[in-house]
């Protein structure tokens, strides 16, 4: 009785009708749309954590710690970002207490991001001298590097100055309204792409879709591929306003394909890198990656097809040239990890990650998991899913502004090895 069935042909119709006002700012389809949904009306019976592992048969689901915390005591997580205001490119250091550690530049008149911890520090070296030096703290996002020339009235510079100053305003002000700091690029609009409703954990949302598992029929020695349609389960894991909007996706790919990307992703994974603009290596990221071409073979065009659907987003778009990178395939072997990070950054332009589709598609014997550490007021959770599984959150708010409850982390492997691939969606465009 908690569920909305809407058929193929009049789902748009239906669906403005049902989801009224609750749903009106979040639930977008493309015209193009034609999977069969069933979306639950957000007034069923939430699940317990423990429930939703059995009912879902998921290898773990668990909270990370006893019980909730404060998102602003001294040593919690946030996100910080730098503007450089001085004419030359700049090293940045976290404070280590020694020599610090390298993280990464920022270019002359330049921006980064990170995500950092209240308390800690990071100083900026300008050909190996100290030029300016911040302590985050809780709730404060922007930093300003002052420039080193005497700034004239009306000049380009000035400008920036006081746009970054009105930032900051801005920034304080939407603080004090929502307890949010603020992390996108501002201004920024709201997001247009479609975002599924989440209201309470277990609450579920089935999608139809006719680009079932790719398979094979052998005709007179010939292999013609076939594929079954296919009803996938999208249960809530997390919402807002207590955490991230998050939803495991049961049996999104087959062994089959799950074999069939592993196989893909063993001729091109390295190295992996953190930062931008090119990155660089860090003991926070320790597994190899690399990236898999939409067109690599039929059998992954057609799995885009299926994303498609399950995202409720055009699979056109599911490109480079529009709204989605590549697709990354990731190898973790016994002890490597990846440390609690952001999948947004600010660089300067309204474009941003706009959801995390990702897919387990080889399991490790032991460990291995995605935690969500802000996730239920900071209690946070662990989540191993099935192999084909796939976990979906989202790095936007309904009102543009980034997640920053989206924080998540890559736990260590601690026997086995573990491959696992994401599709990464850009909102309003790549």
């Known amino acids: 009785k908690n569920q909305v069935v809407v058929g193929q042909q009049e789902k748009m119709k239906l669906l403005i009708i049902i989801v009224g006002v609750s749903f009106a700012n979040i639930l977008d389809l493309p015209a193009s749309y034609n999977a069969s949904i069933h979306i639950d009306d957000g007034e069923g019976i939430p699940l317990s954590i423990e429930e939703l592992a059995i ?30 205001f001085r004419s030359k ?16 530049t920022i270019p002359a008149f330049g921006r980064t991001s990170t995500l950092s911890y209240s308390g800690h520090r990071f100083f900026f070296l300008e050909e190996g001298k100290r030029v300016a030096e911040f302590e985050m703290g809780a709730g404060k996002t922007l930093y300003l590097i002052q420039p080193d020339t005497t700034v004239q009235e009306g000049s380009s510079l000035a400008q920036q100055l006081a746009q970054a100053q009105n930032e900051i305003e801005f920034y304080e002000k939407y603080k004090n309204e929502t307890g949010l700091p603020w992390l996108s690029f501002y201004p920024r609009d709201p997001p247009w792409l479609n975002m599924w409703p989440a209201d309470y954990i277990g ?11 790719y398979d094979y029929v052998f005709d007179n020695s010939s292999m013609i591929p076939i594929f079954q349609p296919l009803a996938l389960r999208l249960s809530v894991l997390s919402h807002p306003p207590n955490g991230p909007r998050v939803f495991l996706i049961e049996n999104l790919i087959s ?63 599911l490109v480079p040239k529009f709204n989605a990178e590549e697709l990354q395939i990731v190898q973790y072997q016994t002890s490597q990890e990846y440390a609690p990070h952001h999948d947004f950054g600010d ?83 790549r």
């Open 89 to 104: 490119k700049l090293e940045i250091y976290w404070d280590d207490g020694k020599d610090g550690t390298y993280s990464g």
């Open 255 to 317: 062994d089959f394909e799950c074999d069939h990307m592993i196989s893909l992703g063993q001729k091109v994974v390295r190295q992996s890198m953190v930062g931008q603009g090119g990155g660089f290596k860090s003991k926070t990221r320790t597994s190899a990656n690399g990236w898999l071409r939409r067109n690599a073979s039929p059998i992954l065009d057609h799995i885009y097809k299926r994303f498609g659907d399950v995202l409720g987003i055009d699979d056109k778009l």
């Open 347 to 429: 660089d300067g332009t309204p474009e941003q990650r706009f959801l995390t589709l990702l897919l387990y598609i080889d399991l490790p014997d032991e460990g291995g998991g995605t935690s969500f550490p802000k996730a239920f007021q900071n209690q946070g959770i662990q989540v191993v899913p099935k192999r084909g599984d796939a976990v979906l959150f989202y790095n936007m708010l309904p009102d543009g502004n980034a997640d920053d409850l989206s924080l998540h982390a890559g736990m260590p492997v601690l026997r086995g090895t573990k491959w696992v691939s994401n599709l990464w969606v850009w909102d309003p465009h």
């Open 55 to 84: 009912l879902s048969g998921v290898k773990e689901l668990k909270y990370i710690k006893s019980k909730p915390s404060s998102r602003y005591t001294r040593g919690a997580s946030m996100g910080a970002k730098f503007r450089n």
């Open 203 to 213: 609450q579920q949302h089935v999608i139809g879709t006719a680009h079932g598992y």
